[in-house]
């Protein structure tokens, strides 16, 4: 249970969840984080560290660049705790939301 809660707490930043966005598409360099998301490097290597310790994010050094690519591994792992969590079909619940909404 402790993990999962940890979990949450490292994905609770939004910036972690654009930057995993991001590695979704394609591995990347700090830079090329930092200018896509508009914030500074130094602030990029930092969410990568925290995703780094928790094997979300994976780096490779290619010559004088690192890029960072997802675990993807460990991502299918934190979907599958999820979907454990969440049994409710609040899904479903949101969808019906939705047509509530355009009705009004």
Known sequence: MKETAELFKILSVDKRIEI???LK?????VNAIAEALGITQSAVSQHLRVLKSADLVKD?????WIYYSLN????ENC???LNRICTCGCLGKRVNMEKIRRRN
């Open 20 to 22: 995993i966005e991001l």
């Open 25 to 29: 598409k394609e591995a990347m360099s």
């Open 60 to 64: 490779e050094r290619q010559g004088y």
């Open 72 to 75: 993807r591994a460990i991502l």
């Open 79 to 81: 979907r599958q705790r």
